[in-house]
C-alpha cells in the first residue's frame, strides 16, 4: 500500500546532519573493532590470573557505594608493589575507602599490606605495620624522601592525606603533622621527584575537584532510575600541590611560589619526566573536563605549564577531555620523552609523540590504540616491556566512571576489560586477545601497578578494581627472551634515581629507558628497571646517567643476565 | 493575514506566497508572521505533495518523496527499500545515495560498521561531483582514520564547491594542521573564524596555527576567543559529560 505523503518534515538540516557526521556517534561506527568483540587467543595466555586461593590476597576494596552517587565512590581506588622490608621481593599494597563526610562504613575499613612470602603467597601485615589509613583512601605513592634506604608511602585521601615513614624494622610511622603534607581536600595521584636537582625527593600532589559532601551535585532525573553521577565538569577546579623536601624530615609547600597554584585542574594522574631534555623533571598532568598540564621546569624553584601550545591539553576542537591515568616514556627510541593519557568514552586515548620542538603530535587515531579505545574510559596505565623483546608495550585497566551508564547509553558499559598493546618493528599492536582472561572478563579497573613480585624478570600486573578484589596478574609472555634487572641507588642524585636513563648494548641491539617518576593512576611501581634483551644472551654494557645534581655517565660492563642486580652511583662494578 | 487566508481558500496560491514573503520581508522578526508562515508554507508543501501523488504518482519522485517521509519518521529501514528501487531504475539520480549514506550511519549507530555509508557517498560523489555536502562526509571519514592527505583534499574541494560551507574549512584546516601544514592550514581557519565567529574550535585550531608559525600575538589573541566563546556557550572550559563535542 502506498504512503501518501504528508509534507515531510526533513529529519535533519544540512548543518544538522554535518554536526551529526562529526559527533562522536559516527565516529565510533567507522569500522573500529571493540576490545569486546576480539575473540581470544587459543595459545597460552600471556598472563595469568592468580586467584585470591593462591595468592592468598583476601581484601576487597569497598566504594561506599550510595543513593546519593557521591563522586569519590566510583573512582578508588589504587595500588601498589613497593619492597617495604627491603628483603627484594615485591609486596602488595592497597587502598580502600573509609570514614569521611559522606561515608560512615558501617565495619571498619582499611587498607591492606601484604607480604610477600616468596612462593606466590603473601600475608596480610597492615595491622602490625600501622598503615590502615584513616580517610577516604584514594592512592599509594612510595619513594624515599629522607634517603634512608627504606621506602615510604605517602597515601592520598579524601580529605587528608598520610605521609608514613618507613622505619625499618616493618612498621611504619605516622609522620604527616610533622612533615606538614596532610593536603586537605580531594587528593589523587601523587609523585616523588626531585623538581630543583638538590638529591633530595620532593613531592607534587594532584588534586582533584573543589568537593565536599554538602557541594554534591544532583544529575539526572528524579524518577526511579534516573540519577547518575554526575560529570565532573559540574565542580570547579582547584590546584595540586608541589612540597619542597627540606632534608629535615620537613617540607615547604611551594605551590604558589613555584607557579603550579597558577594551573586549576580536576588532577586524576601524574608523571615526572625530563620532556625537552634539559636536566629538568617536569610534570604531566591528566585533568578530567579541564585541560591537561604540561608544566615545564623552568629552573630556579618555577613551573609554567606549556600543555596548550604544546597540544597536550585539549582534544583538535580545542575542548577538555576527562583525563585520567597518564604515563611518559620514549616508546620511539628516538632520545625524547612520549606521554600518554588514557580519556574516556567518545574521546579516544591519547598517544603524544615528542616532536623535539616543545610540540607533542597525537598519534593514537593513526595506530590501533586510537580505534581501541573510542568507547572505552581508561584509569590505570604504564608503558613497559611486558615480553623482554628490548620494545616498550602498554597495558591499561579500563572501566566507565559511572555505574549507571549503561541505562543511559545502551552502547557503553560500566565494566570494562583490560587491554595490552604491543609495539614492534615500530608499530603498534592490539594483544589483548592473547592477554589472557583479564583482558576478556570485563572489570571495574582502577589503580595499575607493575612489579616483579615472583623476581623472574616477567614484570608482572596489579589492578585495583572499584568496589572489588584486586586482580594479580603474573607475566608468563617474557619466558624465553633474557633480561637484565637493576636496582639504581642514587647518592649524589635523589635516593631512587628518579629521572634516570639506562642505556644498554648487545651486538647491534641497543635500547633506552628513563625511569620516569610515578606514571598510572593512584598507583605506585617496583622501582626496579627490566631491561629485555630479546633472544641475547649477554650484555656489552649498560650505561646510566645518573640525573642531576649527580649527572654524571657510569658504564658498566661484565654484566649478568637473568638476575637482578643493584648500580650504585658512584660506585664501579655491581652488587 | 486574512489575505493569505482568503488567497489559500481559492487556491490562489501564488497571491498567497507573495503575501507570505511580502510580511517575513517587512516584519523580519515578528513571531506571529513567522508562526503564521511556517503554517502555510507547510500547507503549500503538503499541496504540492499531494499533487505530485496525484498527477505523477509513478514518478521516481514521488517514490523519493514517499521515502523521505518514511525517513523523517524514522522508518530507516522502509524508506532505504524505496530509495534502492528509485535507483534500480534510474541509477544516475543525485541525492539517492547521498540519503542512503546517512540511513547507513544512523543504522550504525555508535560502534557498527560504517563501511556501507561510506560506500553510498562515493558513489553519490560519482554521480553529483558538485555535492559538497558528499565531499564533506568523505572527507570526515579520512580525517577520523587519520587519512589527512586524503582528508585535505576532499575538504578543499568541498569548499571550492560551496564556499558558504563553513564546517569544510574548518575541517580542512583541521586536517592540515594535524599533518603539521600549519602554514597552510591558517587561510581556511582564519576563513572559519570569519564565519562561525562563536565556535571555539575554530580559534583554538587558528591559535595552534599561529603559534607553530610564529605568530604568538596572533596565538594569544585566537586562545582568549577560544576562552571567551567557552565560557560563552557555558562550557566552562571543558568537554559536556563523556561525549566528544564536534
Not at chain 1, 37 to 55: R, Y
Request: glycine letters at 10%.
Amino acid at each position: 500500500m502506498r504512503v501518501v505523503p504528508a509534507w515531510p518534515s526533513r529529519a535533519l538540516s544540512r548543518r544538522q546532519f554535518l554536526r551529526a557526521v562529526g559527533c562522536s556517534t559516527l565516529a565510533a561506527g567507522f569500522g573500529f573493532p571493540s576490545a569486546h568483540a576480539l575473540e581470544a587467543s587459543a595459545a597460552p595466555p600471556l598472563f595469568d590470573e592468580i586467584p585470591s586461593s593462591k595468592s592468598r590476597i583476601t581484601w576487597t576494596h569497598t566504594a561506599g557505594l550510595s543513593p546519593q552517587m557521591y563522586l569519590p565512590e566510583t573512582v578508588g581506588a589504587g595500588c601498589a608493589f613497593f619492597d617495604y622490608d627491603n628483603d627484594g621481593w615485591m609486596d602488595i599494597y592497597l587502598v580502600n575507602s573509609g570514614p569521611c563526610d559522606f561515608y560512615r562504613p558501617a565495619s571498619p575499613l582499611r587498607n591492606a599490606l601484604y607480604k610477600n612470602n616468596r612462593d606466590g603467597t603473601f600475608t596480610d601485615v597492615t595491622l602490625k605495620a600501622g598503615v590502615p589509613g584513616n580517610a577516604y583512601g584514594m592512592g599509594a605513592t612510595v619513594g624515599d624522601y629522607d634517603g634512608d634506604g627504606l621506602p615510604d608511602l605517602y597515601l592520598t585521601q579524601y580529605a587528608n592525606s598520610i605521609l608514613y615513614h618507613n622505619n625499618g624494622d616493618g612498621t611504619f610511622t605516622d609522620v604527616t603533622a610533622k612533615a606538614g603534607i596532610a593536603c586537605p581536600g580531594w587528593a589523587t595521584s601523587a609523585v616523588w621527584f626531585d623538581y630543583d636537582n638538590d638529591g633530595r625527593l620532593d613531592l607534587f600532589v594532584c588534586r582533584f575537584a573543589d568537593y565536599r559532601k554538602e557541594k554534591n551535585v544532583f544529575c539526572g532525573g528524579h524518577g526511579p532510575g534516573e540519577r547518575y553521577y554526575c560529570k565532573p565538569n559540574v565542580y570547579k577546579p582547584m590546584p595540586s600541590w608541589l612540597f619542597h623536601n627540606n632534608g629535615d624530615g620537613t617540607f615547604t609547600d611551594v605551590s604558589r611560589e613555584s607557579g603550579i597554584a597558577a594551573s586549576l585542574g580536576k588532577a586524576w594522574g601524574v608523571v615526572a619526566a625530563d620532556v625537552n631534555n634539559d636536566g629538568l623533571m617536569d610534570l604531566f598532568v591528566g585533568n578530567d573536563t579541564a585541560p591537561n598540564f604540561l608544566l615545564m621546569n623552568q629552573g630556579k624553584g618555577r613551573f609554567m605549564d606549556n600543555g596548550v601550545l604544546a597540544g597536550v591539553a585539549y582534544n583538535p576542537f580545542g575542548a577538555a577531555r576527562s583525563g585520567m591515568g597518564v604515563d611518559a616514556a620514549d616508546f620511539n627510541q628516538d632520545g625524547w620523552i612520549d606521554l600518554f593519557v588514557a580519556n574516556v568514552d567518545h574521546e579516544m586515548y591519547s598517544l603524544y609523540r615528542n616532536n623535539k620542538d616543545g610540540t607533542f603530535v597525537d598519534e593514537a587515531i593513526h595506530t590501533p590504540i586510537g580505534s581501541t579505545t573510542h568507547l572505552m574510559s581508561g584509569w590505570g596505565l604504564k608503558f613497559f616491556d611486558y615480553d623482554n623483546d628490548g620494545d616498550i608495550d602498554l597495558v591499561i585497566a579500563d572501566g566507565h566512571p559511572d555505574l549507571t551508564i549503561q541505562a543511559h547509553h545502551p552502547e557503553l558499559r560500566y565494566l570494562e576489560p583490560m587491554l595490552l598493546f604491543c609495539r614492534a618493528n615500530g608499530e603498534w599492536e592490539n594483544v589483548s586477545p592473547k592477554g589472557g582472561r583479564a583482558f576478556q572478563q570485563p572489570i571495574a579497573g582502577r589503580g595499575l601497578a607493575l612489579g616483579d613480585y615472583n623476581n623472574d624478570g616477567a614484570v608482572d600486573v596489579l589492578v585495583s578494581t572499584n568496589n572489588g578484589a584486586p586482580v594479580l596478574l603474573r607475566n608468563n609472555a617474557a619466558r624465553g627472551n633474557h633480561w637484565l634487572g637493576i636496582k639504581l641507588v642514587g647518592t649524589k642524585s635523589n635516593v631512587d634515581a628518579v629521572g634516570a636513563k639506562v642505556t644498554w648494548r648487545s651486538g647491534t641491539f641497543q635500547r633506552h629507558r628513563t625511569k620516569v617518576g610515578g606514571g598510572s593512576y593512584l598507583s605506585s611501581h617496583d622501582p626496579r628497571m627490566v631491561l629485555g634483551l630479546g633472544h641475547r644472551t649477554t650484555i656489552d654494557w649498560v650505561e646510566v646517567e645518573w640525573p642531576k645534581p649527580g649527572g654524571t655517565k657510569q658504564r658498566f660492563t661484565g654484566m649478568p643476565v637473568d638476575r637482578y642486580i643493584t648500580l650504585t652511583e658512584g660506585h664501579s662494578g655491581w652488587k | 493575514m486574512a489575505m493569505v487566508r482568503c488567497a489559500m481558500a481559492v487556491d490562489d496560491e501564488r497571491t498567497a506566497v507573495d503575501t507570505l514573503l511580502t510580511m517575513e520581508q517587512e516584519l523580519p522578526d515578528d513571531p506571529e508572521v513567522l508562526y503564521i508562515a511556517t503554517h502555510f508554507f507547510s500547507e503549500l508543501g503538503m499541496r504540492s505533495a499531494q499533487r505530485l501523488h496525484q498527477r505523477a504518482p509513478d514518478s521516481y519522485q514521488e517514490e523519493r518523496l514517499q521515502a523521505e517521509t518514511l525517513q523523517s519518521q524514522g522508518k530507516n529501514e522502509e524508506a532505504a527499500a524505496i530509495y534502492r528501487k528509485v535507483l534500480e531504475k534510474n541509477p544516475k539520480v543525485p541525492g539517492i545515495h547521498y540519503q542512503l549514506g546517512q540511513i547507513d550511519l544512523a543504522e550504525a549507530g555508535a560502534s557498527g560498521s560504517t563501511d556501507a555509508a561510506k560506500q553510498e557517498f562515493e558513489k553519490e560523489a560519482e554521480i553529483d561531483p558538485s555535492n559538497a555536502s558528499a565531499e564533506f562526509v568523505l572527507g570526515e571519514f579520512d580525517r577520523r582514520s587519520g587519512e589527512f592527505t586524503e582528508a585535505v583534499r576532499h575538504f578543499t574541494r568541498a569548499t571550492k564547491l560551496d564556499t558558504g560551507f563553513s564546517e569544510a574549512y574548518l575541517a580542512l584546516g583541521m586536517s592540515l594542521a594535524a599533518s603539521g601544514k600549519f602554514a597552510e592550514a591558517k587561510a581556511p581557519l582564519e576563513t572559519y573564524v570569519k564565519m562561525e565567529p562563536d565556535d571555539p574550535a575554530g580559534h583554538y585550531q587558528l591559535a595552534v596555527a599561529y603559534a607553530r608559525t610564529g605568530n604568538k600575538g596572533g596565538a594569544a589573541r585566537e586562545m582568549a576567543l577560544r576562552a571567551k566563546t567557552t565560557r560563552a556557550r557555558g562550557l566552562v572550559d571543558g568537554s559536556q559529560g563523556h561525549s566528544v563535542q564536534p
